[in-house]
């Protein structure tokens, strides 16, 4: 089955972090974290440790192109055309689906599909936090109130 490469985070490793990690051990490909793409919640699956399992997909871009693949992880691993992974039925639900929602956001604009990331203040002086949510226009950045 072809899958999406993944994997667990390490305590206090960002999402984006845990996504650029796992596909560069898995592929050997070099990438930047770009946006959340869609979460997947699932309760009582075998490998989640007896915890409810968050699975969380990334669109990453790309800095290097080789494949120099995990033995270990993976048989085999190469780079498809979005229309290729689509029509295959050698594949999860999961990573069909984000197939397809990778070919609406290329061809209509990653705006529609992404949910970027942007740090902000927490309550507790000198730290911070990332919200991940829809981008929003520049006069609802600034806005004071109910113009």
Not at 85 to 110: D, H, K, M, Q, W
Request: negative net charge; proline residues 5%; glycine residues 8%.
């Amino acid at each position: 089955m072809w899958k999406l490469p993944g994997g667990l985070s390490e305590p206090g490793e960002d999402i984006g972090d845990t996504a650029v990690r796992e596909v560069f051990e898995e592929t050997g490909i070099k990438s930047e974290f770009r946006s959340l793409l869609s979460i997947r919640q699932q309760h009582t699956n075998p490998g989640a440790f007896g915890k409810s399992d968050m699975y969380i997909i990334c669109r990453l871009k790309p800095h290097s192109f080789t494949i120099d693949f995990c033995q270990h992880e993976c048989l085999r691993c190469e780079w498809m055309d979005l229309n290729d992974l689509i029509r295959t039925e050698n594949t999860t639900p999961i990573t069909s689906r984000v197939a397809r929602l990778l070919l609406y956001g290329y061809r209509e604009g990653f705006d529609k599909i992404d949910l970027t990331m942007e740090e902000l203040p927490a309550v507790y002086t000198g730290l911070f936090y990332k919200l991940y949510h829809k981008e929003l226009p520049e006069n609802y950045k600034i806005m004071t109130g109910m113009d």
